[in-house]
Each structure stands twice: as structure tokens, then as C-alpha cells.
T-cell receptor, first 110, second 114 residues
């Protein structure tokens, strides 16, 4: 099993709809979880981080964490064309190693 | 804050040549990571340092790759000799050594080995 898994997409979502991005991880001792956005040719930029089970909201973004299921997700409400990018899930493993999934390509349809 | 600074931004070299990538982390950060990104393999962790000490280099693909962090403000990733399959974007990222601290990325170095 890969350490951090994401569906590669592309995920196509109409403008104004909710985009749902998912990620699973293998190390049950993982302690912190991050979502990064990466535009083509650019470096990853941090969008959200979450450490505790439940939901965390920041503007149009909501991160959800379920440690029992080893599952973390990102919801983007009122999707905009500028949200079209690759979204990377990152997990801080118990030994401080930060591992990334391969990313999900999101395409917002105008 | 200047952010993480990487150099060069682009590097084109011939197979067999030595390549050195450089990184200056954010001042005050004490953890530094080197990643390699390709379409096929995504963002792969090569090595990371805490307080200038290499903690895990299991991601370094082979002996041709080496990394150093002589002080808190500078790190290098060296490939000797380089091969075409090393072509990728190499990112350096820094953070604080805390479980909840996110990574801050440099702009990356795009390496092309012909």
C-alpha cells in the first residue's frame, strides 16, 4: 500500500459547485495533514492544515479528517475557474517525514 | 520574509556532468526537505534534515545523489554523474521541527540532462 493515495483525476466540476478531493494514508501514527495547491509550472502552496478529527473551515475551503478511517478530504465550495489546479495531500508521518500523494487534477468548468 | 530560495531556476547539462542544486531555507526554520517531482512519480521525498542533521535519506535514488547541510542557512543536493532519467523539478522546502508545522516551498530547479 502506498503511503499517501489520491485519485489522479482529472476531476471536472461545474463552476459554482462543490469540489470534493479525497486522500487516504497508511501510517496510523500520522499526526498532521496538509492540502497544497499547485498550478502548472509553479511550486506547491499551502491551502489548509488539520490535526484533529472533524472539520476545519477556512473561507470556501473545508478540510475533514477521520483518523480511524485514515482518511482526509478537502471540500471547495462555490468553485471558481481559478481553483483549477492540482491538489496535493501531504501527511506528516510519526517520524516527521512528510509524504505527498501524487495529486488530483481539478478542472472547474465555466 | 524572503521565503525559500533555490538556485539555479533552470539547469541544462549533459549526461555524466556534475550538477549542484542550492537551497537557502527561511530564516529560523530548522527542518529542510528535498523533493523531486516528475509526472510519473509525483513529488518524491529524497532526504530531510532536522537541525542540519540528515534524518532520513532512504529516498535518495542511488549513490550518485548526495546532500549536505553545512549550516542552518544553506543546503546542497549534488548529482554526480548525472543521467537523463534525473531530469525533473527539484524542490527544497523548509519548516519548523514540530508535527504541526507546514512546509514552505522554494520555486524549484528544473533540471534537464541530455
Amino acid at each position: 500500500q502506498k503511503e499517501v493515495e489520491q485519485n489522479s483525476g482529472p476531476l471536472s466540476v461545474p463552476e459554482g459547485a462543490i469540489a470534493s478531493l479525497n486522500c487516504t494514508y497508511s501510517d496510523r501514527g500520522s499526526q498532521s495533514f496538509f492540502w497544497y495547491r499547485q498550478y502548472s509550472g509553479k511550486s506547491p502552496e499551502l491551502i489548509m492544515f488539520i490535526y484533529s478529527n472533524g472539520d476545519k473551515e477556512d473561507g470556501r475551503f473545508t478540510a475533514q479528517l477521520n483518523k480511524a478511517s485514515q482518511y482526509v478530504s478537502l471540500l471547495i465550495r462555490d468553485s471558481q475557474p481559478s481553483d483549477s489546479a492540482t491538489y496535493l495531500c501531504a501527511v506528516n508521518m510519526r517520524d516527521d517525514k512528510i509524504i505527498f500523494g501524487k495529486g488530483t487534477r481539478l478542472h472547474i468548468l465555466p | 520574509d524572503a521565503g525559500v530560495i533555490q538556485s539555479p531556476r533552470h539547469e541544462v547539462t549533459e549526461m555524466g556532468q556534475e550538477v549542484t542544486l542550492r537551497c537557502k531555507p527561511i530564516s529560523g526554520h530548522n527542518s529542510l526537505f528535498w523533493y523531486r517531482q516528475t509526472m510519473m512519480r509525483g513529488l518524491e521525498l529524497l532526504i530531510y534534515f532536522n537541525n542540519n542533521v540528515p534524518i532520513d535519506d532512504s529516498g535518495m535514488p542511488e549513490d550518485r545523489f548526495s546532500a549536505k547541510m553545512p549550516n542552518a542557512s544553506f543546503s546542497t543536493l549534488k548529482i554526480q554523474p548525472s543521467e537523463p532519467r534525473d531530469s525533473a523539478v527539484y524542490f527544497c522546502a523548509s519548516s519548523l521541527v514540530e508535527h504541526n508545522s507546514p512546509l514552505h516551498f522554494g520555486n524549484g530547479t528544473r533540471l534537464t540532462v541530455t
